[in-house]
């Protein structure tokens, strides 16, 4: 306990120390500024340490041992740290001292000392819940435990949670319980009680019974038995009851099975009518069309945006990953399986990503200025890190990789600049306004150095921001370098990937940025055939008059534990499950001209036209090229 307590000290004065200082201070005996925490949320720190404080102290006071008025003392202190009742409720606060201080009376005289087990069992029978005098007869809806209906009839009785395990209740053994030693008739038995209970309840129904039980597993759908006694009255009803000749059990009858969500089509169905709201009713016929016709809905047919403002951050998104921003930022919809939640056990081998966000710190660091040994020596402040060597061991895998980006960064002297911010603020053809900030602009080159494999998501926005840039600046001709890492070798030694791109005249980059909007304005109607790498390899393909279907199959088809874009939740979802390359190019051209004409290429598929749309202006002002790091330390 009181090493737990230090540790819970320790903790809270690094949390407040980091809250005080600011950016300037740096590293202060390794805690580091928490600059995301804005000032308005100061005051919710402190409450947190306020609170692990308080916690902190009753911790300690009820670890030892102590006798039953040190206990009731202990109690109350804690409570009164720790909660407080609304003045409504202050009832509750004097009922637990009245409790507590019978305990007291009864346990003065034994100079016993109780350790937390004891305390426990000592309290349990004097805090367990109690029944109340119930309103029956009212009119109104009455909640109440399974209590005693002593025969007062009810029209609509309804027994929730009667789920197997849970009913009847299991009585817990005690070794101290010496009437286990030797039952005898009569003894108290908590699960005839809880059957005799469920008799009462029925008996007292006089026009419904609602009986209802988990009948399937939340996470797997595995069928789950009811509690016995249900299924004994499962039992009686198909004994007592005459269900139709050659039918269904007379349990079928009265047994529904309700979906477990809301825009499942079974809950408009005439046989069980649950359904009343419109969104889920258009969701659940949504869901029919995609099982029925294997495809994208086609009520996801959305209206065009309005007239409002284009965002530079709302394009770069879109063209990063087209379905997922449809879904995001038309539907509100984010089809992802995955839990933001916070993991509590400590690290001892990082997985892959959490070493690429270590990575990618310690870049940006390097690349601010600072040291290796300070961004490092910061690095290790933070906790994400294994504790003692196994931590130093996790930066040695990443230290080479960062160093040869260092190194591949340093080695263009247009990133040696200091960077600049550019506010654009353009009036799109159509009359839109269009705007954003970009941020990394060294002379006339919008550098971007980063930990992550350089992929053609990052190249895309590149080429965005380039091409908004030169709009916005026409009088200045720039560039566009992206310097990332390469494929992984045997050998160990990174390998280091950049891109180029530009330059371009004014003319080009309006026309580049209007055929960008413009397929952000159908991206955003309904979920296009545009999938990001898939689409790039196409193009790249056609670019070098190759074919271009194993190139492009390579990226959608997920082969062993390589996953392909097929896997993507959001591409599953708007195709209905995952499908073959030979299935993505099979969509039918559209019948109008709405995909022909100037800047579409000529293509058999939507998907193929679509691709070369996107990447074949960048592709005709880029430069991609590969090469080893030449500096890198052990």
Not at 482 to 487: A, K, L, S, V
Request: with cysteine; proline share 8%; net charge negative.
């Amino acid at each position: 306990g009181g090493v737990e307590a230090n540790t819970w000290r320790a903790g809270l004065d690094r949390l407040l120390l980091g809250v005080a200082m600011t950016e300037e201070a740096g590293n202060l005996r390794g805690v580091l500024p928490f600059d995301d925490i804005p000032g308005s949320s100061t005051s919710l720190v402190g409450h947190l340490a306020e609170m692990i404080s308080r916690l902190s102290a009753a911790v300690r006071a009820l670890r030892c041992p102590q006798s039953v008025g040190q206990w009731v003392n202990a109690l109350l202190a804690a409570t009164e740290a720790l909660a407080e009742a609304d003045p409504a409720e202050a009832w509750q606060g004097d009922q637990l001292h009245a409790v507590l201080d019978e305990v007291a009376r009864h346990g003065c005289r034994s100079p016993a000392l109780l350790d937390l087990a004891e305390a426990r069992f000592l309290l349990a029978g004097k805090l367990r819940g109690r029944p109340t005098r119930a309103n029956f007869r009212t009119g109104d809806l009455t909640v109440c435990t399974l209590v005693p209906m002593r025969s007062v009839p009810h029209r609509v009785v309804c027994l929730m949670g009667l789920d197997s395990g849970e009913f009847p209740r299991h009585a817990a053994e005690d070794g101290d319980d010496m009437l286990l030693a030797a039952p005898l008739v009569g003894d108290p038995d908590a699960r005839s009680e809880d059957r005799q209970l469920l008799l009462d309840a029925i008996l007292a129904a006089t026009e419904h019974l609602v009986i209802t039980f988990q009948g399937r597993d939340p996470r797997t759908n595995q069928p789950c038995p009811p509690a016995v006694p249900v299924d004994e009255l499962l039992d009686v009803i198909d004994r007592t009851v005459q269900a139709p000749p050659g039918g269904a059990p007379a349990r079928d009858l009265v047994l529904i099975s309700h979906p477990l969500q809301v825009f499942d089509p079974r809950n408009f169905s005439e046989e069980l009518p649950w359904g009343f709201d419109a969104a889920n009713l258009e969701a659940a016929r949504s869901l029919l069309g995609q099982k029925h016709h294997g495809g994208m809905p086609s009520s996801w047919k959305l209206p065009p945006l309005g007239r409002g403002v284009v965002q530079l951050d709302a394009l770069v998104r879109f063209l990063e990953h087209p379905v997922k921003a449809f879904l995001r930022e038309r539907l509100d919809l984010y089809p992802s399986s995955k839990r933001g939640l916070v993991p509590d056990d400590m690290p001892v081998e990082l997985d892959g990503l959490a070493r690429w966000d270590i990575g990618d710190r310690l870049l940006n660091a390097q690349l601010a200025g600072k040291s290796e040994e300070e961004a490092e020596l910061a690095e290790l402040g933070r906790g994400f890190l294994p504790p003692g060597p196994l931590a130093t061991a996790e930066l040695a895998k990443v230290r080479p990789t960062v160093a040869a980006l260092v190194s591949a960064a340093a080695s263009y002297s247009s990133a040696q600049s200091r960077p600049q911010t550019v506010q654009v603020d353009l009036r799109l053809p159509d009359g839109r306004p269009f705007s954003g900030t970009i941020t990394g602009l060294r002379g006339r080159t919008l550098v971007r150095c980063l930990y992550s494999r350089l992929g053609p998501k990052h190249r895309i926005a590149a080429w965005a921001r380039l091409v908004a840039l030169r709009c916005a600046l026409p009088d200045l001709e720039t560039c566009a370098l992206t310097i990332g890492r390469g494929p992984d070798r045997s050998d160990g030694i990174p390998l280091i990937a950049t891109s180029l791109l530009g330059p371009l005249t004014t003319h080009e980059a309006l026309e580049a940025l209007q055929i960008l909007v413009d397929l952000y304005d159908r991206g955003m109607c309904e979920p296009l055939p545009l999938y990001c790498a898939t689409s790039e390899q196409w193009a790249a393909a056609r670019w070098r008059d190759s074919d271009p279907f194993e190139p492009a199959k390579s990226k959608w088809e997920t082969v062993y534990d390589v996953p392909g874009e097929d896997q993507d939740e959001g591409h599953v979802l708007v195709l209905g499950g995952v499908v073959g390359f030979r299935q993505l190019l099979s969509t039918e051209l559209r019948p109008d001209s709405s995909e022909v004409g100037p800047g579409w290429a000529t293509e058999d598929s939507r998907f193929g036209r679509y691709a070369r749309r996107l990447w074949d202006p960048l592709l005709s002002h880029e430069q991609f090229r590969e090469f080893r790091a030449s500096t890198v330390t052990p």
